[in-house]
């Protein structure tokens, strides 16, 4: 919000564009520079139903329409076209539908805090090959940042939402596990928070003792001290004192 309203002080003249959930920026000096976004029509939603999802049957069409409430993001998450199919796909979270290997992967997805390299959580086990990255990516659960993943903020908080505490934590501990594996800086700092969502102490330190002097010399040593500040083991202070 700060940055925003900074940027409409002193950038009256400079050609740019931000996008934004609230409307709550104070934005308000700058009426005509702003365009609210609401839903989409009936008829525009029906257009992109057929041309995004390939639905030709107009009770298809139909329903889709009406579940996805002038939400594109919505209308692009649904397994299928087909009508008879759809009365049974649960609306309106959708998320249930999933398979559960990616189901499993976007809840530990959604429990981390930054974009990841697409090459590391392209092998990540719990995606299949039915519901793959790219299949994800379609439907508008992940968004690809060049060469980096991140989940969708409305699909986190419904993925969040829908799962419990214990499928969190499985789903966190696979995924950490697999992080810690690699040499990537941002996969292993994501691994410690991760573990550490998890309450397993044991391996938030032998991770970090395992990439903590890679993760120093790479330029990390502040996100280093703070993955392990909560932390009182003695085996760490080494760590510490070099970072």
């Known amino acids: 919000r700060e940055l925003i309203s900074a940027v409409a002080r002193a950038s009256r003249t ?23 976004l609401g839903r989409l029509s ?9 041309l995004a999802l390939r639905a030709n049957a107009d009770e298809s069409v139909a329903r889709i329409v009406a579940m996805a409430a002038g939400s594109p993001w919505r209308l692009r998450r649904f397994p299928t076209t087909d009508a008879d199919a759809l009365a049974h796909v649960p609306d309106p979270i959708l998320v249930q539908s999933l398979e559960s290997p990616a189901r499993q ?6 429990l981390i805090r930054r974009s990841l390299p697409t090459a590391i959580v392209a092998g ?8 793959g990255l790219d299949a994800l990516r379609h439907r508008g659960l992940v968004m690809m940042l060049g060469t980096s993943i991140k989940i969708n903020d409305d699909a986190r908080a419904i993925i969040l939402a829908e799962t419990s505490d214990a499928e969190q934590q499985q789903a966190g501990r696979e995924l950490a596990t697999t992080l810690a594996n690699e040499s990537d800086p941002a996969g292993v700092l994501e691994s410690f928070h991760l573990f550490s969502l998890c309450k397993d102490h044991e391996a938030v330190v032998t991770t970090v003792l395992r990439h903590g002097q890679s993760l120093i010399a790479q330029g990390y040593p502040c996100e280093l001290l703070d993955a392990i500040a909560w932390s009182r083991d003695e085996r760490l202070e080494q ?3 070099h970072a």
Do not use: K
């Open 124 to 131: 990540v086990p719990t995606t299949s090959r039915e519901t």
């Open 14 to 36: 400079a050609r740019w564009i931000a996008t934004a959930d609230r409307d709550d920026f104070g934005l308000h000096q700058l009426p005509e520079q702003v365009l609210h």
């Open 42 to 50: 009936e008829t525009e939603m029906s257009d992109l139903a057929r």
């Open 239 to 241: 760590l510490r004192l």
């Open 105 to 110: 992967f976007l809840t530990g997805l959604a």
